[in-house]
């Protein structure tokens, strides 16, 4: 975790997976509802689309009135062994949000 990094709580991550789309929206949407100031949409591999999806859906259609804006976007990649223990990368993709 950078410096950077530091004040942003895990807890205003929406980790995105394979749950219905709408579920990320809803999280994205309650995490600001219950008072987030930023909140950070994280998706690795097949997943990246469907983060950008989320992102988009909830700032352009539910969160208009909070004025809610794509304040950075950050990608790369990691390392992780997969089920036959072979070193692979994956890649990431982090789209913070923030209000106001």
């Known amino acids: 975790m950078t410096k950077r990094d530091e004040g942003r709580s895990e807890e205003n991550s929406i980790f995105i997976g394979g749950k219905p789309f709408m579920n990320y929206v809803t999280g994205v949407i309650m995490q600001f509802g219950n008072g987030a100031r930023e909140v950070v949409v994280k998706a690795r ?4 689309s469907k983060g950008v999806d989320v992102a988009e859906v909830a700032r352009r259609k539910f969160l208009t009135e909070q ?33 106001g």
Not at 45 to 48: E, Q
């Open 45 to 48: 591999g097949k997943f990246i």
């Open 67 to 99: 004025n809610v804006s794509v304040k950075e976007v950050k990608i790369g990649s990691e390392e992780f062994e997969n089920k036959e223990g072979k070193l692979i990368n994956v890649s990431i993709l982090e789209v913070i949000l923030k209000k």
